[in-house]
């Protein structure tokens, strides 16, 4: 069974830094892409950025110079370096990974960030 936890999520001040990191347990076989979701009450979720093969990065445009998604040093870990955050970042982040075997996508259970003064 493979599960993946995420961490770091919390409180902070508009303009502060969060780093989120995401780790999966079990094994999982050929991950293709690593990302983070996130969701708001009454809203969407959203793609807020991902990593693939070849470390090709992907961002949305409301994170695109705040956010950095980078590997963890251990296999199947993800990290997201939240800088200048701001209130509309309030939300659920979800860590995924997608493998080509068997075209799956697994989920966490979601750590909850909150920006306010």
């Known amino acids: 069974q493979v599960q993946l936890a995420e961490s770091g999520g919390g409180l902070v001040q508009p303009g502060g830094s969060l780093r989120l990191s995401c780790a999966a347990s079990?094994?999982?076989?050929?991950?293709?892409?690593m990302g983070w979701y996130r969701q708001a009450p009454g809203k969407q979720r959203e793609l807020v950025a991902t990593i693939s093969t070849g470390s090709i990065t992907n961002y949305a445009d409301s994170v695109k110079g705040r956010f950095t998604i980078s590997r963890g040093d251990a296999k199947n870990t993800v990290d997201l370096q939240m800088n200048s955050l701001k209130p509309e970042d309030t939300a659920v982040y979800y860590c995924?990974?997608?493998?080509?075997?068997?075209?799956?996508?697994?989920w966490g259970r979601g750590t909850q960030v909150t920006v306010s003064s």
């Open positions: 079990g094994s999982i076989r050929s991950i293709n892409t």
């Open positions: 995924n990974f997608w493998t080509p075997f068997g075209n799956s996508n697994y």
